[in-house]
């Protein structure tokens, strides 16, 4: 299948990484700088191999899916169900020191891939202060199949049944089902087991060698400023190409990152009564805007993303869906963070307090100002090391978005990955503030490309987005 051998090319990517901080903890200057180098090399392959594999795909005609057998496979067998009958804390008493515990949650449903973030997990697990799990939603066989071949004491399979409380009706939407499988792990760690931190893991995604320390590091953030709802390992526009080499390097952004991302008690305590029947992600999105929060994200991404269907879903009577050109775009391109760091007081510090926002307000309006035609052709040399780009209206930042690579969208009012309306991109080796007239208000609407039916991709073109995208 296509995605898998895509997930396996990557794995040999992450293995490489791997290979590289061994040498890299060896001291060998030469390894360092010889993995530096393949890396580089193998980062601006990964968009072009999957692209390979995109075109592929759009060339062979639909068929039904059929689910290729894999001789690999135990029996099936039912798991084991831990049923929820209340969300009361003091059911049932937690196992001590658990609360100083962050938990490790991997969501898992229908992708059976979901092996390989869960390996990767068990791999880099420090000895102390975390607890892996995965949960299981639904019966599909291959992933059932799949999480259950994982034999080791350091994870825990959850099957979690519905509060019953809650008066769910069984729905097909994948969408209630995620956001019922989000709202029922929440309250089982948090209000059942007691964890005061949970960091939740989507099925599709490859880990950074320094995942668990960046999240520990962190929790510091997340207990001391009531601003910061989530701690995320993830960058919308940590492209390579949009970012700067820089692990020590984190932002506050007031759109919900997701993939891979770090609540504590408190926050789960204050949204789970409002917790959305569907769609979760655009829930916490609208829920952070109105109450003026934020999440911390790093400039390079702790998480990388393997899936094919990140965005929106097909259209139906569409040529090619909306997910895919996300994916191929700016998903697979994303830059992974490859050096294990220890996160720096300071680097923490910098993120702390609402006043973070303010003074990034101030300074980005106190930049040289310039228009993306002077910034994409100005010799390199002559480009002063941060810059503004201005914009009025939604439309001037996706057009701006557009020229430079970011992602073109505007959710409830703000563009991805920005705070306060202001995006943050490296471009020619200039740090390259967006920044809006005004503020944009915070507003229902959510500003996606739209894809035109037509014309067809041809398969040898580069990808063009520019091209590619329409807008309502
Ligand atoms: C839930 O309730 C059932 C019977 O009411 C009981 O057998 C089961 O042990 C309970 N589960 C938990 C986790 O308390
Ligand atoms: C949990 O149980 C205690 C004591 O039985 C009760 O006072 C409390 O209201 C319950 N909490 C919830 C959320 O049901
Ligand atoms: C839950 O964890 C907190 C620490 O986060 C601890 O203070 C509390 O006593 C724990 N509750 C139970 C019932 O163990
Ligand atoms: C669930 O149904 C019961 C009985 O019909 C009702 O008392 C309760 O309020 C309902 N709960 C919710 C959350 O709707
Ligand atoms: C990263 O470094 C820490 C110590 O600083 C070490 O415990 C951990 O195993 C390292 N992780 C990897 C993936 O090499
Ligand atoms: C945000 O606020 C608007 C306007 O008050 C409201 O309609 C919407 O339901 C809120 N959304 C969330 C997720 O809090
Ligand atoms: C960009 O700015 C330069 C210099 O101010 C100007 O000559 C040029 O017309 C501008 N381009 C656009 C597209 O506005």
Known sequence: MDSTRFGRRVSKFSLLLRQG???????????????????????FLVPFLALQSHIKKTETPKTKETEEPDDNLPEFQEPEIFRLNSTN??????????????????????????????????????ASGFRLLMSLDGTEKQTTAVLQQIKSNEVKLLRLADDKSRNFTASSDSY????????????????????SYVILMEDDMLIAPDFYQYFRSLRRALDSDESIFCVSA????????????????????????????MINRRHWLQIREFWPKTQYDDFLRHYMMNNSLVCVRPELSRTFNIGRNGGRSSEPGKSYAYGDIFYHNYLSRMALNTFNVTLTKSAIDKVIGRSADHDLDKFARSLPAMNVSQLLSMPVQELPPAVRLRYATVNDFI??????????????????????????????????FIVPDKRLPVQ??????RMKPKPKPKPESNPAPSRRFWFF
Request: proline share 6%; no cysteine.
């Open 399 to 432: 057009e701006l978005a557009l020229s430079i690579g970011a992602i073109p969208e505007v959710w409830f009012g703000a563009p991805r990955a920005s705070i306060l309306s202001i995006s943050m991109v490296s471009v020619r080796g200039s740090r390259v």
């Open 89 to 126: 804390a003091t059911d049932e008493p937690p196992e001590q020191n658990q609360g100083r515990d962050i938990a490790v949650v991997v969501l898992a449903a229908r992708r059976p891939e979901v092996h390989q973030v869960v390996n990767q997990l068990l791999a880099q697990k420090p």
């Open 234 to 261: 993830w960058n919308d526009n940590g492209q390579i190409g949009l970012v700067t080499e820089d692990p020590q390097l984190l932002h506050r952004t007031d759109f919900f990152p997701g993939l891979g991302w």
């Open 176 to 195: 209630v089902k995620i956001a019922r499988h989000y709202l029922r792990v929440l309250d089982y760690l948090i209000l059942k087991l007691n964890f």
């Open 444 to 449: 229902k609407k959510i500003y996606i490309p």
């Open 21 to 43: 901080l061994r040498r890299l903890s060896n001291g060998k200057k030469l390894g360092l700088v010889l993995m530096f180098v393949i890396l580089t090399v193998l980062g």
